[in-house]
Every structure is written in structure tokens, then in C-alpha cells.
């Protein structure tokens, strides 16, 4: 079985799918929204998954008008929420086996 | 085209000041972000308390509105005063309204907000936006990479950036072995095409799991419940359990407790180094719905030879 195929992009690749500017994506990198691999910006290489978070990020901060501090809270938040969401639908459908009606 | 009472969208007076609307918004605008909300409906709601907002926000467009709306009701068809003329379709000065209504456009013409500010690249056209859509898949379908045909609907924007339908597009997709539940697929270029020379926007996929009838994901591992009789715990027994891919047998052995995990290796999940996880076999005494008086009598005969108290640690 072939190991798992990992898009990888750089930071000129990254800005144009998410409709960034590098500036507003180091600002994001800055406040540790984003990890990156790689130590200079010029090196930099994001994962698919941080698209969507850079996206999202910028979203909130526009429409909710949230300093970084607070994107970065939200997301932290939001992902632990939908983790426990996740978890609660998961323990929901088990109790439901186990439980009699 | 119905009129919309911008106040009532926020829930506000008419002569709310600046402050008091601008509250407003901020709270609603929380209530119903969709990346934020579970609300049903919640990103139709957004973009009213946003499109409310920019109305309202500006002293001039607020006062323009505050003019029309002598005019018109909340959700009754609009047309204005004698001799008003709509704005619609007429190009403003180059920004967009993006998804605002048409009777926003109507008013104030192009004068939106757009997509644009700070944060944006400045290239030549614009980039078509991303779609984003869940897509369920039976855990199966994650054993081995399969195709699976993806409807979804594109929006498509005019030359003046607005946003005039949605056409439906159908691709085959292949889902990789080994997909986790919530996990996003990138379709480079597969979502709206670009206005102006700009790269067509992407679609991304979030993989669902549906709810299976018989098994529960755990990681990479599954559970499968399996009932038993009280006497096949005592006394064990081998028992045929079925798995993604079909049956396997179980040996049960005597003196098994309620509640307890079995496993059987290479039954579960595919994980992305393509190794398989455990079939957990959680086992489930169920009682005989009814017993008759031979049944009761020999319940009765255990009972007392086995002179067993549950309750010794309670």
C-alpha cells in the first residue's frame, strides 16, 4: 500500500488559494494560527488542512471583528468543541446499544 | 423583490444610535457566523444581520434607507416611491455586494462591502470562491480506495461580481483509503471559475461517517455489540460475528462478564499507514423476554445453589 499522499505549498502557493496576502498570512503564522514547517517564510510549507484554517481565521477576524487574540481562541475553541461533539455523538450511539428501552 | 426592515433584522429600534446598532450586529453577527453556529439556516442569517449592518452602519446609506423605508413593509414586495429608480445591474465603483439581496443592490447599487480589504492579494481577476461541502460515506466505502460521484452547486457571478445563480456540478472523486471522520479533501480548481482572468476557486470536501447500524468507530478500531444469553456467558460459547467484510468466529469463554471487550485484530479501520485496527466485541447479557414456570423453577435452583451476592462491594 503506497504511504499517504502530503500536499505540501509554499507560501506563494498558500496565498493564492487561500486569497491572501503573504503580509496577512505571516500575521497569522506570527500569532500561531498557522505552523508552518521550515524557519524563514521563504522556506515555509503548509499543509492542506492550514488552507482551511487561514481561511476560516480571516473570515472571523472580518466579519466578527476579532483582534488575532481572539481568532486564535476561537479556533482553539471551536476545534475542541467539535472534537466533543464528535466524542458525544460517538458515546450517544454507543449508550444507545447498551441502554433498554 | 420584498422590502426588508433592516432595524427589524437587528432588532433594533429606528432611532437606535450608532452604538446600539453597532452592538447589535456584533451579537448576532456571533449568533450566526457559520463557522461558529449550529443554528439551522445560520449563514442565511448571517448574511441579513450583515447586510442590515451595512446598510445601517453609514450615516448617508442609513439615511437613504431611512427615506425608502416610509415605502415599504418587512417581507412585502417593494417598489419604491413614485419616480424611485432601482440601482440594480448599474456597475458601482468597482467593488461588489458580493451575496448581499437584491433589494440591498437596489439601493445602494454595487456599494457593498465586496470581497476585497486588507487582507486580500491584489491580482489581476478574481479569484472564484471555494465551495465547501460534507460528504457521508459508509465505513466500507474506507476500507479501499473507491470513486464516488460529488453533486454540488457552484455559484456563478456576472462581470459586476454579483452573484446570479447556482449551477450544479457532478465529479467523480476518489476517496482514499483510510479516511478519518472530519477530514478535508482539497479539489484544486474545482469550485466557482474565476471572474477576470482569476484562478477558479477550490472544493473541499468534509468526510462524514454515517451511522452504522451495527458498528461504532473508536480511532481506527470499531465496536460491535454482541448480545448473549446469561447461560452462553456462563458457560461460553462460539458465536459467528459479523465484521465490515464479513463474519468472523468468536470463542466466548465460560465465565464471561456483562460488559466486557473482546478483540479481534485486523478488523477495524484501515489507518493511512494501511494497517488495520481492532474489531473491539463488547459483550451484551439480555434476558429472555418471557419465562414460564419450568424456566422460573430452575432460575429459582440457581439462585440458591449458587448463593452468589453481586452487591458484597456495593
Known amino acids: ?101 | 423583490m420584498d422590502f426588508k426592515d433592516y432595524y427589524k433584522i437587528l432588532g433594533v429600534e429606528p432611532t437606535a444610535d450608532d452604538k446600539a446598532i453597532k452592538a447589535a450586529y456584533r451579537k448576532l453577527a456571533r449568533k450566526y457566523h457559520p463557522d461558529v453556529s449550529k443554528e439551522k439556516d445560520a449563514e442565511a442569517k448571517f448574511k441579513d444581520v450583515s447586510e442590515a449592518y451595512e446598510a445601517l452602519k453609514s450615516a448617508d446609506k442609513r439615511a437613504e434607507y431611512d427615506d425608502l423605508r416610509r415605502y415599504g413593509q418587512h417581507g412585502q414586495p417593494f417598489q419604491g416611491p413614485p419616480g424611485w429608480q432601482s440601482r440594480g445591474g448599474f456597475g458601482g465603483g468597482g467593488q461588489d455586494t458580493g451575496d448581499f439581496s437584491d433589494f440591498f443592490s437596489s439601493i445602494f447599487g454595487n456599494r457593498g462591502p465586496g470581497f476585497g480589504g486588507a487582507e486580500s492579494r491584489r491580482s489581476s481577476g478574481r479569484r472564484g470562491q471555494d465551495v465547501e461541502m460534507e460528504l457521508a460515506i459508509f465505513l466500507e466505502e474506507t476500507l479501499s480506495s473507491e470513486s464516488k460521484k460529488v453533486t454540488f452547486q457552484v455559484p456563478q457571478y456576472n462581470a459586476a461580481g454579483q452573484h446570479v445563480s447556482n449551477t450544479t456540478k457532478s465529479l467523480n472523486v476518489k476517496i482514499p483509503a483510510g479516511v478519518t471522520d472530519g477530514e478535508r479533501i482539497r479539489l484544486k480548481g474545482q469550485g466557482a471559475p474565476g471572474v477576470g482572468g482569476g484562478a477558479n476557486g477550490d472544493l473541499y470536501l468534509t468526510i462524514r461517517f454515517a451511522p452504522h447500524p451495527k458498528f461504532d468507530v473508536e480511532g481506527e478500531n470499531l465496536i460491535i455489540t454482541l448480545p448473549l444469553a446469561p447461560w452462553e456467558l456462563a458457560l461460553g460459547t462460539e458465536v459467528a460475528v459479523p465484521t465490515l467484510t464479513g463474519k468472523i468466529n468468536l470463542k466466548v469463554p465460560a465465565g464471561s462478564q456483562n460488559g466486557q471487550r473482546m478483540r479481534a485484530k485486523g478488523h477495524g479501520l484501515r489507518s493511512k499507514a494501511g494497517e488495520r485496527g481492532y474489531l473491539f466485541v463488547q459483550l451484551k447479557a439480555v434476558m429472555p423476554k418471557k419465562s414460564d414456570d419450568d424456566i422460573k423453577a430452575l432460575w429459582q435452583e440457581l439462585a440458591q445453589k449458587a448463593a452468589f451476592d453481586p452487591r458484597e462491594n456495593f
Open chain 1, 1 to 101: 500500500m503506497s504511504s499517504p499522499l502530503i500536499v505540501q505549498l509554499d507560501l506563494a502557493e498558500f496565498c493564492e488559494a487561500t486569497d491572501l496576502s503573504d503580509v496577512y498570512v505571516i500575521e497569522i503564522v506570527e500569532h500561531g494560527i498557522l505552523e508552518p514547517q521550515g524557519g524563514t517564510p521563504k522556506d515555509w510549507r503548509f499543509t492542506d488542512y492550514e488552507l482551511t484554517l487561514a481561511k476560516r481565521a480571516a473570515k472571523l477576524r472580518r466579519d466578527l471583528e476579532l483582534e488575532w487574540e481572539g481568532v486564535a481562541l476561537a479556533l482553539n475553541l471551536l476545534e475542541e468543541v467539535q472534537q466533543l461533539r464528535a466524542e458525544n455523538r460517538m458515546l450517544r450511539q454507543r449508550l444507545g446499544r447498551l441502554v433498554v428501552e
